[in-house]
């Protein structure tokens, strides 16, 4: 019997018992939502709207990071009946309350950065995420009565991030998302018999979920399967492979962009090598063979993503014809499909099993498609949505005769495989008439090997149009004229590039699904244009423009200070800085070398050559594996607590404050000698006793990789004493002198699997047996990991050592003082909580 609406999905929830449904990655931890828990979280979200007086048909505005807690809030305004209005997290905060005021919402959700620029709006009550728990415990989470819901009834409504005019709102109803749902439903059956063998399906998702392709990718179709959704805050390359293998991802979705991305990053991962060439040696060859043989070619690169991946799936826009034939050549399936949000995200969609080249799929069971006198793409069926919100009015959407005019290009072959053209406003009419499609002039650019992105335009010319290419080179010394002139070689005469132009900064302003805005770079150029002489050909000194989210911007948005000296900053703001310049550049940055960058201009130097090579220390994660868990616990009962006790006698006094402490946590101590990890060891419940310990990464690695000036058998000595240390204490490297970022995500993915860390944060072993400063990296390291931190301090160990008795003490003579555990609020200043550390170890 077919579902009436979308509530009934969410009762399924409670059945599916351990199944992890979403999986929130922020900063360096990783947080779990099981199905049970995304139903029971949606069901007190309901009773919370109801307490707050919202009916049946009232709005809620979503206004946050992708996360567990925001899907729970629209599945909460699913059981109550509410029309969600899911808002993009970078949308400005007058866009926000413009939308906020125009619906009449009565509730937002988001975080809490964001909706404090809704508290102005009159009646709008807010619901930060960071509350959740405290506002939803004094609900039941038992399944909640829903009131009477039909196909007709709204669901939300999703509004266009416009910058001028009244936004306008797509209003889609329960039946709009059944009818793309059920098809795909259906589909899946025959396969799920086999899904069994490689249950769980992880889905990486880094669509957002404001956007209906990212929530159809990330809320509807995963549960079909009993799948988990991976959302992460970072778009940066080599961090989304890493997560790919760390949480062995089955399927990424993804924006063109973010896969193009990813492929240069492989591509630079060979050329580090020197292998770039055999790479597309071996990519040439691939296009012959079939997929297994493929798999088997391309086998590191399986290996280094994970054997449980296997598609890549682009939405938000045409995906670039080599960039899926790249990923198709490899072994690995690329599936996109076509939508819009006025059909419910999907129209046609390939099959993951029998993708037809450059295709954008076969138009889905339950709507009709069909191409125009022009080529425009018309659609018919139960996805297109019900109508426009605007200004409180609802407008039709389709034709009277139920079709809807796309505005999109397309093209049908005999097989009934949809090829997407372009949008028809983009068509480029050329003086002598022709209709030029920059997206084939784009796929030509694209296709050259120094061109990272680019944009087509028109140009005004004699009342018509010519083509205008906008570049973005890999590197500044490329000749644009000889890539233009390669492309034009692939083109008919009529539809040759007659300008270039060669943006200067380092990427283009971009819409939240990292599409080129077309307009703001037309007008730039159209102003430089206007503004300076121009001539067909190449602009040997384009004017300089601002771009939102330049270098300087994001500079001295971190720093609150002018950009122009980075010699400056703290290592805090270092990281800061650097995960915020690859996240909107979308790419990885080597760490030692950002850490002696000293200007913005060295900065810029670096993306235009960004570097394969992320840090020289090692992380081995082999160590949290079994047998090495094991052989480590052996060893610490057996040999390393019964020489603490019997050689060294340590007092403990403190301990009972962690009697009920939940692990993992953080333990910051004084650092005195090498033996430090056995007496914290000792005075740590045994709960908390799996415990990954942070050693001063510049002498890890001198002991993993000796100077060779150094004797043969102090070199011998080094790296035995390395080999035993790292797995039976497992210790990972923290660098002093930057290129830490690293180490703080191995910290937070061995706190994910319950491991308490250890953290020396003085940086070195005490030359005279006092507490030397703490380093600041402490502090964002404990804003990050988000653990309740214990801080000790070990007393009469300096003594021992310097009486030579090498750890044989009387009872007493050492003791271990375990304070109370400490808690920050998120967000709370690294700075402060390093001297907050400081101060409570030091008063132990």
Same mark, same amino acid.
């Given at each position: ?45 309901? =009773? ?56 009449? /919402?009565?509730? @937002?959700?988001? !975080?809490? %950065? ?37 196909? !007709? ?28 749902? /059920? ?120 290996? $280094? ?15 670039? !014809? ?25 129209? !046609? ?13 076969? &138009? ?83 296709? $050259?090997?120094? &061109? ?29 004229? /000889? ?8 083109? @008919?005469?009529?539809? *040759?590039?007659?300008?270039?132009? &060669? ?77 915020? &310049? ?22 810029? %130097? ?38 603490? $006790? ?70 011998? /000595? ?22 830490? =970022? ?50 000790? *301090? ?51």
């Amino acid at each position: 019997m077919p579902r009436e609406s979308l509530a009934s999905y969410i009762e399924d929830f409670r059945l599916y018992k351990r199944d992890v449904a979403f999986m929130d990655r922020k900063g360096y931890r990783t947080v779990r939502w099981t199905y049970p828990q995304i139903a029971q979280t949606a069901a007190q979200v309901a =009773r919370e709207l109801e307490r707050l007086g919202v009916e049946k048909g009232d709005r809620v505005v979503l206004w946050g990071e992708d996360c567990g807690q925001w899907v729970a809030a629209f599945f909460g305004c699913v059981l109550r009946g509410a029309v969600a209005v899911p808002l993009d997290k970078v949308a400005s905060p007058e866009f926000a309350r413009r939308i906020a005021q125009q619906v009449q /919402a009565r509730v @937002a959700f988001g !975080s809490r %950065e964001q909706l404090q620029h809704l508290k102005p709006a009159a009646g709008v009550t807010v619901i930060p995420f960071e509350d959740f728990h405290s506002t939803l415990e004094a609900h039941p989470s038992s399944s909640y009565p829903t009131p009477s819901l039909s196909r !007709s009834d709204v669901l939300e409504i999703l509004f266009t991030s416009g910058a001028t005019g009244d936004p306008k709102g797509v209003v889609l109803t329960h039946g709009n998302v059944l009818s793309n749902l /059920a098809p795909l439903e259906k589909g899946m059956g025959r396969y799920l018999k086999y899904e069994r063998l490689v249950h769980p399906i992880r889905f990486l998702n880094l669509v957002p979920l404001s956007h209906v392709f990212g929530q159809f990718m990330g809320m509807f179709v995963p549960q079909l399967l009993r799948g988990s959704v991976l959302f992460s805050e970072t778009l940066n390359p080599a961090e989304v492979l890493r997560t790919i293998r760390r949480e062995r991802v089955s399927v990424l979705v993804a924006v063109p962009r973010l896969l193009d991305s990813l492929k240069d990053r492989i591509e630079r991962d060979y050329e580090a090598r020197g292998e770039l060439q055999k790479l597309r040696a071996d990519l040439e060859v691939a296009a012959g063979l079939k997929f297994r043989n493929r798999w088997v070619r391309f086998r590191r690169i399986h290996w $280094q993503l994970g054997w449980k991946f296997w598609a890549v799936v682009s939405g938000g826009a045409a995906l670039d !014809s080599a960039t899926e034939e790249f990923w198709r050549r490899l072994g690995f399936v690329a599936v996109q499909g076509y939508g819009m949000t006025e059909t419910t995200s999907l129209i !046609s969609l390939n099959h993951p099993f029998g993708v037809e080249r450059g295709s954008i799929g076969k &138009v889905l069971p339950g709507r009709e498609m069909k191409l125009d006198e022009n080529g425009e793409i018309l659609v018919r069926g139960d996805s297109i949505a019900t109508a426009y919100w605007q200004n409180g009015e609802m407008k039709p959407v389709a034709a009277q005769d139920g079709w809807l005019h796309t505005g999109d290009l397309g093209a049908i072959d005999e097989h009934g495989n949809l090829f997407f053209k372009g949008r028809r406003k983009n068509v480029i009419v050329t003086p002598e008439g022709m209709n030029v499609h920059p997206q084939d002039l784009e796929n030509a650019l694209r296709a $050259q090997p120094g &061109v990272r992105d680019c944009v087509v335009l028109p140009l005004p010319r004699g009342g018509n149009a010519v083509p205008g290419a906008v570049l973005l080179l890999r590197e500044s010394n490329l000749d644009p004229a /000889a890539i233009v002139a390669k492309a034009n070689a692939s083109l @008919a005469e009529f539809q *040759h590039i007659r300008q270039w132009f &060669v943006w200067p900064q380092e990427d283009f302003p971009r819409t939240a699904t990292h599409k080129p805005r077309t307009n703001a770079i037309l007008q730039l150029v159209e102003a430089q244009l206007h503004g300076a002489p121009v001539r067909d050909g190449y602009e040997e000194n384009p004017a300089a423009v601002g771009q939102t989210g330049s270098v300087a911007e994001i500079v001295a948005q971190i720093t609150q200070r002018p950009a122009a000296d980075l010699s400056g900053l703290t290592s805090i703001e270092r990281v800061e800085l650097m995960s915020a &310049v690859e996240d909107r550049f979308q790419v990885d940055l080597n760490e030692s070398k950002f850490t002696a960058a000293t200007t913005v201009a060295d900065l810029e %130097e670096m993306l235009r050559m960004p570097s394969a090579e992320q840090t020289d220390f090692f992380y081995p994660r082999w160590v949290q594996r079994w047998p090495v868990t094991w052989i480590r616990r052996v060893v610490y009962y057996l040999v390393t607590w019964p020489a603490t $006790q019997l050689l060294s006698m340590p007092r403990i006094t403190g301990g009972e404050r962690l009697r009920g402490v939940r692990g993992p946590v953080l333990v910051v101590c004084n650092h005195v000698t090498y033996l430090d990890i056995g007496f914290v060891l000792a005075a740590l419940p045994h709960h908390l006793r799996n415990l990954a310990v942070a050693m001063e990464g510049e002498r890890a690695q001198r002991m993993r990789r000796p100077p060779k000036d150094w004797r043969w058998w102090e070199r011998v /000595a080094a790296r035995v004493s390395y080999w035993l240390m790292t797995p039976l204490f497992h210790v990972f490297p923290l660098p002093q002198r930057g290129g830490f =970022r690293e180490s703080f995500r191995f910290a937070g993915d061995a706190a994910d699997q319950g491991y308490s860390v250890l953290v020396f944060p003085e940086g070195l072993r005490t030359p005279d047996g006092k507490l030397w400063p703490f380093r600041s990296g402490i502090g964002l390291l404990a804003s990050s990991l988000g653990l309740p931190i214990v801080p000790m *301090h070990i007393h009469g160990l300096w003594e021992v050592k310097l009486s030579g008795r090498r750890g044989f003490a009387r009872w007493g003579a050492i003791q271990v003082n375990v304070g109370e555990p400490l808690r920050f609020a998120p967000g709370a200043d690294a700075a402060a909580i390093t001297r907050t550390l400081e101060a409570a170890v030091r008063s132990l």
